[in-house]
Every structure is written in structure tokens, then in C-alpha cells.
């Protein structure tokens, strides 16, 4: 149950892993334009560790050019030309910083709060403390494009919390579900008859041994049950009417991040609580011909501009936007200096975990907002900085929950998403 009226009843996490440029997307920096070539000043480089970068590398001006959009005015890319058009949705904060500067450990510490495995993820956390309002899907459940994330599925696992609370993987091709379909020869009878029977076996052994894991199996097989007709249903796109399938740009038969993003929408649409997008990617040290932040930046920004823009408008026809918080961002951000690695320069830049942009949108955000600023070259927070810690305390505050509430007693002391950090972003909210 939430602790307070909720803003939010379901939450859509756009996660790019592999950390986008904040520096070619919406931190707009003219100064570092200025010193696009020079030497990296060396008051930047001492007592700072970096993932790749070796000696003094040169300063890296934006690769993108930016323009501003709506009556906020905001900066953005233009490389996401329709978002653009939505930015006046959203509340960007510019200031984000994290604890970790490589892809895993970064993963994790975003969606677990730790940057150890066994964790559990924040969509868990989100059912472990709210439920599911539709008792025939999963109450998490995740969806990949372009590849996994460095992390891999313990970044949607439960950890100690009950293994019904870990996130449910579909898929936009194929069969929603991989090992949800009848075997050849039983029909939906006898696969009902064989739960039943499973299921009172699961009884006996737990009225033996009282343990709490079993009563988890028991509501995993009644679910899956349910869900060989729920999810097929909900996860048909070709329900779709072609006016919305051309507004995300969707590609049929195809694992899209655009398919993903209007799933997510049907997923909320039919109860789903937590809806978390993981999109592949996104990490840009240019090592090769067409990689980078110049044009390989740019063609993963042109997979996800016209998906994540229409997610906006069409919860927002919906009416849904009210109460769907979306979240935006990767795990950490991008150096203001390219890479220098043996002496060889690379359009890209390295990973830089003390500045980077995320936004949100929906269920009590405010519209056209920024919080937080970097200084003149995007490499540190100057004002408004803001924790990943903050980042999820924000999140389950709109779900209705207290972050330092929401706990789980484990190995015996009391766990909670946020250790014994976080703050809620009270600027953001409306």
C-alpha cells in the first residue's frame, strides 16, 4: 500500500545503456566549442580517474548542434528534432551524478542502488511495495532493443525480495514470452489440471516447512497460467490503428525501440505497475568508422527520437500521462575532453560520472522545468546537483511511496532501494 495519495499508478524507464553524451544531447556548451582542439587543462585530469583516458587528451567541442524549442526555450539537439516539439513535457536535470564510472557497476547502482549484484531492482521494489493492479500480467516487466545491457538480467531481479517482484522479459517478435507456451499435445485443460496439481504439492511442502519462497511458486504458476492469454493479447501491436503505428514509426516484425515504446504504452494502458526499456547501445568512444558522438551518435538518436516523442503525445491523448511517470537517462555521462588512449585521439569521450542529463515526464512533473546546472564545459554540477539515490527516491515518492520507509528486512537489518542515502527532487514537481 503507498504511504501517501500517489501521483504516479505506473512508471516507463527509458534506460540508454552504455551512457549517452549529455554534451550532444541537451547540455548545450558554446564555451567548450571555443576550446575544441586544445590541450585538456591539467587541473581536470589530476585526482580523477578516468575508464580509458591515458595522458593529457585534447578538449572535444560539441559534435551536434542545438536548438531551442517550446515556450521553455529548452536546448536540444539536433539530433532528436521531434523531441524537441515534446520538450515542453518534461523537467530535465542537468546535474546528475553517480558513484561509478564503468558500464556494470553504473547499471547496477541506477536500478538497485548498489553497484554489487543481488540486489533488487527498483521495478521490484516498486511491486514488492505497491502490487500489480492487473492480477494477469506481471507487475514488472522489461523490454530490449538493440542487444541487453552490460549488466544483464540481475539489473531486473528481485534479490532477496520474493522472486515474484523480479522483472518479466517480453519480447515485441516471436513469442512474448519465451517458455509460456503449452508443449505439443496439452491443451490449455490439462496444462490447467497440471498447475492444480503442482500447486497442491507446493501446499503440502509449504504447510511443512513454512517457507515464505514456496507461496511465491504457487502465485508464479497461477500467473503464468493466466498470462498464455493476457500477454499475446496485450503484446499484438497489429491491433494498432495505422495512424499510431505511424506515429511511433514502428517497424513490424521487428525487436524496435519504437515497438518497445508503444508496448510500453499498451503494458500501462492493461495495469502493468513498472514498464523499464532497456536500449542498447549507447556507448560512444569512436573507435571505428561510424562510431563516436559524431555520426554514431547520430544514428542511435535517430532509433529513438520519433519512439520516445510519440510515447509523450499518445499517453498524453490518453490521458495517461497523468499518472505514468516516464524517466529518461543512462548510467552515467560523457567527458567534455575526447579520448586519449596510447596517443591516439578518438571522437568520442570517455565515461564521466560527475555530470550527466536525465529528464522525466508525467504524473506530477513539472512541465518545461531544468534543474541543475554544469559549469561552462559540462564537466562538474555547479547548482542543483542531484544523486542517483535522489534520482530513485523521486521515483517511488510519485509512486506514493517513502523511500526510507520502503524496506525489506534481510540478513537481519532492514534494506531499502536508497541505502541510507537520497533525497526527494522536490524542484521538479508540480
Keep these: 500500500m503507498p504511504h501517501f495519495t500517489p501521483k504516479a499508478k505506473h512508471v516507463i524507464y527509458l534506460h540508454m545503456a552504455g551512457a549517452p553524451s549529455q554534451l550532444e544531447l541537451f547540455d548545450f556548451k558554446p564555451e567548450l566549442k571555443k576550446l575544441d582542439g586544445q590541450l585538456c587543462p591539467p587541473s581536470l585530469l589530476e585526482g580523477k580517474r578516468f575508464a580509458f583516458i591515458r595522458g593529457v587528451p585534447k578538449m572535444l567541442g560539441p559534435q551536434i548542434n ?107 517478435t516471436g513469442v512474448a514470452v519465451r517458455n509460456l507456451e503449452n508443449p505439443k499435445g496439452v491443451d490449455g485443460k490439462l496444462r490447467k489440471r497440471s498447475v492444480d496439481i503442482i500447486n497442491q504439492i507446493n501446499e503440502l511442502e509449504y504447510q511443512e516447512t513454512q517457507d515464505p519462497e514456496i507461496l511465491t511458486r504457487i502465485s508464479q504458476y497461477e500467473l503464468a497460467f493466466r498470462m498464455q492469454t493476457s500477454v499475446p493479447e496485450v503484446m499484438n501491436i497489429d491491433d494498432e490503428p495505422e495512424y499510431i503505428k505511424n506515429l ?80 529518461w537517462g543512462g548510467e552515467f555521462g560523457r567527458t567534455p575532453m575526447m579520448e586519449a588512449r596510447t596517443g591516439v585521439n578518438f571522437l568520442g569521450r570517455d565515461h564521466h560520472n560527475e555530470a550527466f542529463t536525465m529528464w522525466m515526464a508525467g504524473a506530477g512533473i513539472k512541465k518545461g522545468f531544468t534543474h541543475g546546472e554544469t559549469d561552462e564545459i559540462g564537466y562538474s554540477g555547479i547548482e542543483g546537483k542531484v544523486h542517483v539515490h535522489d534520482i530513485q527516491a523521486t521515483i517511488l515518492n510519485q509512486l506514493g511511496l517513502d523511500h526510507e520507509r520502503t524496506t525489506y528486512r534481510f540478513q537481519g537489518r532492514d534494506y531499502r532501494l536508497t541505502d541510507v542515502h537520497g533525497h526527494v527532487v522536490k524542484e521538479i514537481l508540480a
Design 66 to 172: 542545438f536548438q531551442q524549442h517550446g515556450e521553455s526555450r529548452t536546448w536540444v539537439s539536433d539530433n532528436l528534432p521531434k523531441f524537441g516539439k515534446v520538450a515542453d513535457e518534461v523537467s530535465f536535470l542537468k546535474a546528475v551524478h553517480t558513484d561509478e564510472f564503468n558500464h556494470a557497476p553504473a547499471q547496477f547502482f541506477m536500478h538497485t542502488g548498489s553497484p554489487r549484484q543481488g540486489r533488487p531492482s527498483i521495478g521490484s521494489w516498486a511491486t514488492y511495495g505497491l502490487g500489480s493492479p492487473n492480477e494477469d500480467l506481471p507487475g514488472f516487466v522489461v523490454l530490449l532493443s538493440a542487444g541487453g545491457p552490460t549488466g544483464g538480467k540481475r539489473l531486473w531481479g528481485s534479490g532477496f525480495l520474493p522472486t515474484v517482484h523480479q522483472g518479466v522479459p517480453c519480447q515485441s
Design 248 to 327: 511511433y514509426g514502428i517497424t513490424p516484425g521487428k525487436n524496435s525501440f519504437a515497438n518497445n515504446c508503444l508496448l510500453a504504452r499498451r503494458l500501462v494502458e492493461n495495469g502493468v505497475r513498472f514498464v523499464q526499456l532497456y536500449d542498447n547501445g549507447w556507448d560512444m568512444h569512436g573507435a571505428g568508422p561510424g562510431n563516436g558522438v559524431g555520426q554514431g551518435l547520430t544514428n542511435k538518436c535517430n532509433q529513438i527520437d520519433q519512439g520516445m516523442s510519440a510515447l509523450l503525445l499518445d499517453l498524453k491523448q490518453r490521458g495517461l500521462l497523468e499518472e505514468t511517470l516516464v524517466v
